[in-house]
């Protein structure tokens, strides 16, 4: 690192909690604490900068940190410069954050974002914000009443604002995590999807016209379907919306909000198309999904160096856990339960709406259903009436999204039995409101979770890049069968 690098301090000042509209999707906490893509947003903005700044950032959450970095301030030379970066400032282009790091060593003068409430203040003498420091102990700069004449005004980094909900919907709707063999691409107006899989593109773009006309408001349209070079496309409108997903991890919801977001979910379960059928045609549907599925996900799984290595890891520490022994004790379970799976009728499926493909906005009732499994033909519209139920509850009871946004840990207990803890806030209190909402739209809660322990199962092989994260879908899936047989 050289000299000049060493003559710059960067401040992330995060101390202030969200609030308003924004605290309704992502409760009260502060912004570097947002999960964004499967990683808090202060791990962002980290990544964002150059290497040799990682020495160079005070992370600042709260008036404990204010001695040290004062400290950090009055060591530095004359010629050391500081940037002062608000917690709540969003940026879209990552390399805009980094473009703007390595310039600061070369500014000779004091800049900012804007004139009134500047997200980011550059002060060439870093000494200058002790000057100021009884105005900054009480208030990040962002929240100052004067105007910052006496600074010049950078346009090639601008960021958004996080703590006005127009802002934080634009940043936070381009949220979406896309597989290795997706591409996808944001302006103001469109979300573009593309992918190698051109079948699955296929049907995905062909479901929406495939449904019947009173389930189209639900979902979101697609258009402009294309196939070239090998990849297949479609455009939808961009909607500014936060995801289920977000707002369930983040506590956003409170019992009142939880309980008319799941009304509304089973009520468009609910409202499926039915088509009449054998219980034994049903049933069959039920083995294919449940049973058959995750035979083949399983012999995938293990078919693989590194699924054979977390499996050894698992059955080490607990033998019950290794895919085969929960595998074999789910085949017993589903047997014992088979004629729940028997149904009258089969429903059109969705195929995957976990909260992650929910986009609501609490305040409107608003709700839109994204990135179905698709269907190229009528036909292949009809899926057994549970499997979307299992994956709601997915969801609500089996914590799939905080596992997906690596809001776990796995531990030892004192027995040295492994252990998967949870970041939960709120939702030990709101899981009953789904728990009897689903009893009264007629569903067993214990088939239910039973369909769910297969998904959770059915996942492994998906997510053998991250053996933490099937090492807890392991953990997930004995837990829900242990719930399953003591029933």
């Known amino acids: ?96 954050l980094l473009q703007l790091a390595e310039r600061l060593p070369y500014a000779e003068e004091d800049f900012t974002d804007r004139l009134y409430q500047p997200l980011l203040v550059f002060l060439r003498n870093a000494h200058r914000l002790v000057e100021q420091w009884q105005e900054f102990s009480a208030a990040p700069l962002h929240r100052w009443e004067l105007a910052w004449h006496g600074c010049q005004r950078i346009a090639s980094v601008q960021p958004l604002d996080l703590a006005r ?9 381009g949220a979406t995590a896309a597989r290795h063999f997706n591409q996808v691409k944001l302006d103001a107006y469109y979300y573009t999807k593309s992918s190698a899989d051109v079948a699955k593109m296929r049907a995905e773009y062909a479901f929406y016209g495939l449904v019947p006309e009173a389930m189209r408001p639900w979902l979101v349209q697609p258009f402009d ?25 983040h506590g956003a919801f409170d019992a009142d909000a939880f309980d008319s977001f799941v009304e509304r979910l089973l009520f468009f379960m609910a409202e499926r198309p039915r088509r009449a059928c054998g219980k034994a045609e049903s049933a069959a549907a039920a083995r294919a999904l449940f049973v058959t599925k995750l035979e083949q996900r399983a012999e995938q799984f293990l078919a693989t160096d590194a699924g054979r290595r977390i499996d050894a890891l698992a059955a080490s520490a607990s033998p019950h856990l290794a895919l085969a022994a929960q595998v074999e004790r789910f085949r017993r379970l589903y047997q014992r339960h088979e004629k729940s799976f028997a149904f009258d009728h089969m429903a059109i499926g969705h195929g995957d709406p976990c909260f992650s493909n929910v986009l609501y906005d609490q305040q409107r009732y608003l709700l839109r259903l994204i990135d179905p499994r698709g269907a190229v033909s009528e036909e292949a519209l009809w899926t057994h009436p549970l499997y979307d139920i299992c994956k709601l509850s997915h969801s609500a009871l089996g914590d799939y999204d905080f596992i997906n946004n690596n809001l776990y840990r796995i531990g030892f207990d004192d027995g ?51 053996p933490n994260k099937v090492m807890a879908f392991l953990l997930k899936a004995d837990a829900i069968l242990d719930l399953v047989e003591n029933q």
Not at 72 to 79: D, I, N
Not at 225 to 249: F, I, K, M, N, P
């Open 1 to 96: 690192m050289s000299t000049l690098h060493d003559n710059i301090l960067l401040i992330l000042d995060d101390r202030e909690i969200a609030a308003g509209d924004v605290r309704g999707v992502v409760g009260a906490r502060r912004f570097g604490d947002i999960m964004f893509q499967r990683r808090r947003l202060v791990d962002h903005f980290r990544a964002g900068l150059p290497a040799w700044a990682a020495s160079r950032l005070i992370h600042l959450r709260g008036a404990d940190d204010l001695p040290a970095l004062r400290a950090a301030l009055e060591a530095s030379g004359e010629e050391c410069g500081v940037c002062v970066i608000a917690g709540r400032a969003g940026f879209a282009e990552a390399e805009r």
């Open 225 to 249: 379907y294309q196939e070239r070079d090998g990849r297949a496309s479609y455009r939808t409108l961009r909607y500014y919306l936060a995801d289920a997903a977000l707002q369930w991890v």
């Open 165 to 173: 909900m127009r802002d934080f919907l634009s940043f936070i709707s």
């Open 416 to 466: 040295n039995a492994l252990q998967l803890h949870l970041e939960h806030s709120n939702h030990a209190s709101l899981k009953p409101v789904f728990q009897r909402q689903l009893k009264a739209a007629g569903h067993d809660e214990r088939i239910v979770r039973l369909g769910e322990a297969s998904l959770f199962l059915s996942m492994l092989p998906l997510h053998l890049d991250m």
